[in-house]
């Protein structure tokens, strides 16, 4: 069973940089297309961005310019650098393997959480 462990959120004023990291366990990491989600209290989960198995990037439109996703296939590690942070990022940050259509594959880790305030 893949397990997924979420790290690097934190408090920071609006226009801070966070940088999250994603660690797989269990599973073949490097085979699978993933995605870093997010959810605000209230809200439904958000696709925020992901990246194929061959490298390619996708995010979306209120994030486009100031985050970006990497993946490390030899760590097992999925990254999203998120620059000029803004409240409305405020949320839970959690990753998984997205499937074509938008499913997800494996089970939700715990998340982490980013927090954009003054």
């Known amino acids: 069973q893949v397990q997924l462990v979420e790290s690097g959120g934190d408090l920071v004023p609006p226009g801070g940089s966070l940088r999250l990291s994603c660690a797989a366990s269990g599973g073949f990491f490097s085979i699978n297309a993933m995605a870093w989600y997010r959810q605000a209290p209230g809200k439904q989960r958000e696709l925020v961005a992901s990246i194929g198995i061959g490298g390619t990037t996708r995010y979306v439109d209120s994030v486009k310019g100031r985050f970006s996703i990497s993946r490390d296939n030899a760590k097992n590690t999925l990254y999203l650098q998120m620059n000029n942070l803004k409240p409305e990022d405020t949320a839970v940050y959690s990753c998984?393997?997205?499937?074509?259509?938008?499913?997800?594959?494996?089970?939700w880790g715990q998340g982490t959480q980013v927090t954009v305030s003054s």
């Open positions: 998984n393997s997205i499937l074509v259509g938008g499913a997800v594959k494996w089970p």
